[in-house]
């Protein structure tokens, strides 16, 4: 008896084949036969294969004309004789235990009818390691696992080769591959994960796949106007088949939502100069979709405008990427301010605040260019984003996707941990992207001016290309060693023999930079690629910078650069050890309000509200469209953090206190300036005033810490 067919499409692969069937042929379970389906290769595959055949009669060779994978697969499961069926590409291979343990595996559980198991992911000498590649393939599942059509397309990959199939399931349903379609695979995983119940995760790596140009995901990301119609193609296929088996119902919501999914992705592949293609696609995606009621799904915001959109055939997706992205970077006025910000979706939000504060601080005597980088964005963050200066006409605010520049660079291996991702980098572009400016200034997005910016934008930096301040914390903590030597010393140790960097005095904060473009570019890109995939720890970016410019940058007053925790991370007073006397006032002082706030290190005044100058962050971010989004969040972690200490004996004042805490430090400082302009009786009154009030903010603070 037979347990298992193997069933190879073979096409141009003369150089792998061998060590394909090798592994095939050396399994420890010797009861398979292996269907070999050479789809009219023009190389010496059928040569090959003939050779191989002579060697073991297990071999069974089918010749078809060229068809594609979808035909010669069906081929061999016509003719297959086996009780359960693998698939094999061509350019892969097997562990030697492959075949027995799926076979083991499946004879154990007689109610399953798919088990899935883990790859190897072995990459040749034309392709780099992608992350994508480890996470599209991981296992999130072990063992038996229910189907759920809620979550059906996110269980499991669409892949066929890492699979093991029971032969009467195939046959009782009658599953087959859509031919002379690219997508076949998808069609394939839809007819069949819609009529198991379970399926079965064998957490280990028994095959090895070969991530190749030309292989399954080398190619998602060279489609061409054919392959991308044949996924529509076959998602009538698959639409088809759910109706078919009475499968709809449960399908629709998860159908349609993958389906809206792969249109916006699907849509984007073509270039902007293909409108027609893009048009006609609409349209096809419009005429499938306006047979269904959008009441019948279950759609969030996003999907539902772009589904409302493609059935009004209003072309949506392209309009939008005309409307907020721009894929060349001109300025905009002959004259402006010129500000770039770098931020990913979850990061817009507080970048609003940052864009409202320069717009409150704007005058019609200025314009200012205002360009977004970002890689993942939603587009009602975007039109959210816009709605801020749409009374403003003298402010431009445009959006680049970074995705669509920075794909010819491996970034892969750069640096990155918890909430700062790859965006961190994308400044290190800002001279390729911006060649066509003489000056931007560069803003973080978690940062409030409280200036007219075009004062920071207009000073003269001399010979220097690029300005920054003194990054007040790690500056002194190089020099003093901060609240933790040890950390401190291999900091230093780190730069110098990663970096190159010996100047601890000068390490600057890259959150705030104004950039001449053409001193800018006198220094290789490349180098500063170099740097970044050097830099394996610590400031991201911002290390990058620092080796690279090291002692020639222009120093910018920290009036510019205010990073609100310096205090907090010193030890006696250390952070007095070099700061500028005209800084010192802004740390000794609060009634000074500096001209930018930069809200450095992990504290924020998003997540703590209690902080110095979170008050002045607050009162930008009541102006912007997603307040209400902060306070909820703001909410959610109040209640986690100060409910814990509240029990029965708690004086009630103090609870009244807290929830006063911003108004009573508002009247504190309003105190302590009356106190200063006034005489006799009425500066006493605001002194005892500021006297009650300060204790009531220190028990506050007590209280909150927890003591």
């Known amino acids: 008896m037979i347990k298992i067919s193997v069933i190879i499409p073979v096409y141009n692969v003369e150089q792998y084949l061998p060590k394909c069937l090798d592994s095939v042929l050396n399994q420890t379970l010797k009861d398979i036969e292996i269907i070999c389906i050479n789809d009219e290769s023009p190389d010496n595959c059928a ?22 994978q979808g035909s010669a697969r069906n081929r061999g499961l016509e003719i297959a004789k086996g009780k359960y069926i693998q698939f094999l590409d ?3 291979f097997y562990e030697p235990t492959c075949c027995e343990e799926m076979y083991n595996l499946m004879e154990q559980h007689k109610d399953i009818d798919v088990a899935c198991f883990d790859c190897n992911i072995i990459y040749d000498a034309y392709e780099d390691k992608k992350e994508i590649d480890a996470n599209y393939f991981r296992m999130h599942f072990t063992g038996k696992t229910k189907v759920k059509p809620s979550m059906a397309h996110q269980l499991v990959d669409v892949n066929c080769w890492n699979k093991i199939f029971r032969k009467s399931f195939l046959d009782k349903y009658k599953l087959y591959f859509p031919e002379k379609l690219h997508y076949e695979d998808v069609g394939f995983f839809w007819f069949w994960i819609t009529k198991v119940s379970y399926i079965y995760f064998y957490q280990k790596k028994l095959t090895n796949y070969l991530r190749r140009k030309g ?6 990301y060279e489609k061409s106007s054919k ?15 759910l109706v078919k088996n009475n499968k709809w119902h449960e399908y629709k919501s998860v159908f349609i939502q993958a389906y809206l999914l792969k249109i916006k992705w699907l849509i984007n ?10 048009k006609k696609l609409i349209d096809i995606c419009s005429a499938f979709l306006s047979q269904f009621d959008v ?10 405008c772009c589904y409302e959109s493609i059935i009004n055939k209003n072309y949506y997706l392209y309009d939008a990427y005309k409307k907020y992205d721009i894929e060349i970077v001109h300025p905009i006025y002959n004259n402006s301010v010129n500000i770039v910000f770098s931020a990913d979706k979850n990061y817009i939000p507080y970048l609003s605040v940052t864009i409202q504060s320069i717009v409150s ?6 314009n200012y260019d205002i360009v977004i980088l970002y890689n993942e964005l939603y587009d009602y963050q975007k039109r959210f984003i816009l709605s801020i200066c749409k009374a403003h006409p003298n402010i431009s605010i445009r959006f680049f996707n970074m995705n669509n520049f920075v794909h010819r660079y491996n970034l892969d291996n750069l640096f990155t941990v918890n909430h700062i991702t790859i965006s961190a ?9 911006f060649s066509e400016y003489k000056r931007i200034l560069y803003l973080d997005c978690d940062l409030v001016v409280t200036q007219n910016i075009s004062k920071l934008f207009n000073i003269d930096i001399g010979i220097y290309p690029i300005a920054a301040a003194l990054d007040t914390t790690i500056s002194n903590s190089l020099i003093t060693n901060g609240f933790n030597q040890g950390a401190w010393r291999y900091f230093k140790k780190y730069m110098y023999e990663n970096l190159n960097f010996v100047t601890q005095k000068s390490y600057f904060n890259s959150g705030v930079m104004i950039i001449d473009i053409d001193k800018f570019n006198e220094l290789s890109f490349d180098y500063l690629l170099d740097l970044a995939r050097r830099n394996h720890e610590f400031f991201h970016d911002q290390n990058v910078l620092n080796a690279a410019f090291e002692n020639n940058y222009f120093k910018l007053s920290n009036i510019w650069n205010f990073q609100w925790n310096v205090k907090f991370h010193s030890v006696n007073g250390s952070y007095k050890t070099q700061l500028p006397s005209d800084l010192l006032a802004f740390y000794e002082d609060y009634d000074i309000v500096p001209a930018i706030i930069h809200y450095t290190s992990h504290e924020k005044p998003w997540k703590n509200p209690y902080h110095t100058f979170a008050n002045i962050w607050w009162e930008y971010a009541r102006k912007t469209p997603f307040y209400e989004i902060f306070l909820k969040d703001l909410y959610g972690k109040s209640i986690q953090y100060i409910q814990p200490q509240i029990n029965s004996s708690v004086d009630m004042n103090i609870i009244r206190d807290v929830a006063n805490y911003s108004r009573n430090r508002f009247n504190y400082y309003r105190y302590k300036f009356l106190s200063k302009i006034t005489f006799d009786k009425m500066r006493k009154h605001y002194k005892k005033k500021r006297k009650e009030l300060k204790s009531k903010l220190k028990q506050v603070r007590k209280f909150l810490k927890g003591k």
């Open 47 to 68: 040569q090959i294969l003939e050779e191989y055949q002579k060697r073991d009669s297990r071999i069974i060779i089918l010749n078809q004309k060229n068809s594609g």
């Open 361 to 366: 601080n704007s005058t019609l005597d200025d």
């Open 227 to 241: 392959t991308i119609f044949d996924a529509f193609k076959v998602n009538e296929l698959i639409y088809d088949d």
């Open 295 to 304: 009441k019948n799904f279950n759609l969030n915001d996003n999907e539902l």
């Open 269 to 278: 592949c073509f270039s902007k100069e293909q409108y027609q293609n893009r």
């Open 90 to 92: 061509s350019d892969d």
């Open 215 to 220: 292989s399954f995901l080398g190619e998602i």
């Open 425 to 433: 980098y994308f400044r290190l572009f800002i001279g390729k992207i």
